[in-house]
């Protein structure tokens, strides 16, 4: 696997210790050579900006809202839109989200699929697929 997606909602948008851990993940998955992305089913627009800060700060490789590209996740093309992105093929990117409806979908699209319901449980998943080192 080359390529981690995570949804913004339900996954990153938690507290303030949750997003320096989610943070702490995604620049390890990038220092072991992995694209990293955030797809969201935000409408996009001037009210997204807290999600494209993400990768402003350079925390992401990129932010793909469903609302700018037409599609919405469970819909295959907003994956592939996220796997384009990161110029990667579905087949080598991970997709984390909340909903198991949205994980089903990355799957049956041909990704490896996560469900979010701790960080902690989904950071050991991350790190062994991606074979990453260390406390999060």
């Known amino acids: 696997m080359r390529g981690l997606i995570v949804?913004?909602?339900?996954?990153?948008?938690?507290?303030?210790?949750?997003?320096r851990r989610w943070k702490a993940l995604l620049s390890a998955?990038?220092?072991?050579?992995?694209?990293t992305a955030i797809l969201s089913n935000d409408p996009?627009?001037?009210?997204a900006e807290h999600i494209r800060e993400w990768e402003y700060r350079g925390n992401?490789?990129?932010?793909?809202?469903?609302?700018?590209?037409?599609?919405e996740k469970p819909e295959v093309a907003a994956f592939?839109?996220?796997?384009?992105a990161l110029?990667?093929?579905?087949?080598?990117?991970?997709m984390v989200d909340d909903s198991i409806l949205n994980v089903r979908a990355a799957v049956d699209a041909g990704m490896v699929?996560?469900?979010?319901?701790?960080f902690d449980r989904?950071?050991?998943?991350?790190?062994?697929?991606?074979?990453?080192?260390?406390?999060?």
Do not use: H, M, R, W
């Open 29 to 35: 998955a990038k220092a072991n050579g992995a694209a």
């Open 80 to 84: 592939q839109a996220a796997a384009d």
């Open 44 to 47: 996009g627009g001037s009210g």
């Open 122 to 136: 989904v950071a050991v998943e991350i790190q062994a697929v991606f074979d990453i080192e260390g406390e999060f």
């Open 87 to 94: 110029d990667l093929p579905l087949s080598d990117c991970v």
């Open 60 to 71: 992401v490789d990129a932010v793909v809202l469903s609302g700018e590209i037409g599609a």
């Open 113 to 118: 699929g996560f469900l979010f319901t701790s």
């Open 7 to 19: 949804d913004y909602v339900g996954v990153l948008d938690g507290a303030d210790e949750d997003n």
